[in-house]
């Protein structure tokens, strides 16, 4: 365990809280206008650690077999429990935009661990980098609008259009980016469906 994979852990750890705050915001008494700065804080919190924890990594060359395995998925847990958590009312984006981050990440976690078992690590893509970026901006974005909401400046039916655009166009760039990164990868792939002969 590196100080890098600690963080990382802990933006496993810290995931479920953005929906429990969502969710529960009155029963502890976080009132509709403050509910966005404290989401805000939240998701600005995970960002920092999801970047933190890539620094440490190359600045002490603490790059770990686990670290590598760990910090995608608790990349995609976070974002994803956020991305969840905007298919709540009041936002209400389509569920099947976030079935798209869903698909995207599982099939490219399943390829990256099964390589890792095998022995050759598949190669991160620079489009893998700037979808991080864009669901991020994408989730500021309507955690934002949530605040002229809170204070009826912006109807519902306005916060749920924006948002459903906004988690649309990183649903269609995840989408693209996944594709990237099969082709990218296309021949280390290939090793994981050849079947050795068998001699008779």
């Given at each position: 365990?590196?100080?890098?994979?600690?963080?990382?852990f802990?933006?496993?750890?810290?995931?479920?809280?953005?929906?429990?705050?969502?969710?529960?915001?009155?029963a502890?008494?976080?009132?509709?206008?403050?509910?966005?700065?404290?989401?805000?804080?939240?998701?600005?919190?995970s960002?920092?650690?999801?970047?933190?924890?890539?620094?440490?990594?190359?600045r002490?060359?603490?790059?770990?077999?686990?670290?590598?395995?760990?910090?995608?998925m608790?990349?995609?847990?976070?974002r994803?429990?956020?991305?969840?958590?905007?298919?709540?009312?009041?936002?209400?984006?389509?569920?099947?935009?976030?079935?798209?981050?869903?698909?995207?990440?599982?099939?490219?976690?399943?390829?990256?661990?099964?390589?890792?078992?095998?022995?050759?690590?598949?190669?991160?893509?620079?489009?893998?980098?700037?979808?991080a970026?864009?669901?991020a901006?994408c989730?500021?974005?309507?955690?934002?609008?949530?605040?002229?909401?809170?204070?009826?400046?912006?109807?519902?039916?306005?916060?749920?259009?924006?948002?459903?655009?906004i988690?649309?166009?990183?649903?269609f760039?995840?989408?693209?980016?996944?594709?990237?990164?099969?082709?990218?990868?296309?021949?280390?792939i290939?090793?994981?469906?050849?079947?050795?002969?068998v001699?008779?």
């Amino acid at each position: 365990m590196s100080i890098a994979n600690y963080f990382t852990f802990f933006r496993i750890f810290i995931s479920p809280i953005f929906l429990f705050v969502y969710m529960a915001h009155d029963a502890i008494g976080i009132t509709s206008i403050a509910l966005p700065y404290v989401l805000l804080c939240l998701l600005g919190v995970s960002e920092f650690s999801d970047a933190i924890d890539g620094y440490l990594a190359r600045r002490y060359n603490q790059v770990t077999d686990l670290g590598k395995i760990l910090d995608p998925m608790a990349d995609s847990i976070y974002r994803i429990s956020v991305f969840l958590t905007f298919t709540l009312d009041p936002i209400k984006v389509p569920m099947i935009l976030i079935f798209v981050f869903l698909y995207r990440d599982s099939v490219i976690s399943t390829l990256r661990t099964i390589c890792a078992l095998r022995g050759f690590t598949l190669a991160a893509r620079k489009s893998g980098k700037i979808k991080a970026v864009i669901q991020a901006i994408c989730a500021f974005a309507i955690i934002i609008l949530m605040i002229p909401h809170s204070w009826l400046l912006i109807t519902t039916s306005t916060l749920h259009d924006a948002s459903t655009w906004i988690v649309g166009f990183a649903a269609f760039y995840s989408f693209l980016s996944g594709v990237d990164y099969i082709y990218a990868n296309r021949d280390y792939i290939a090793k994981l469906l050849t079947v050795p002969s068998v001699s008779r």
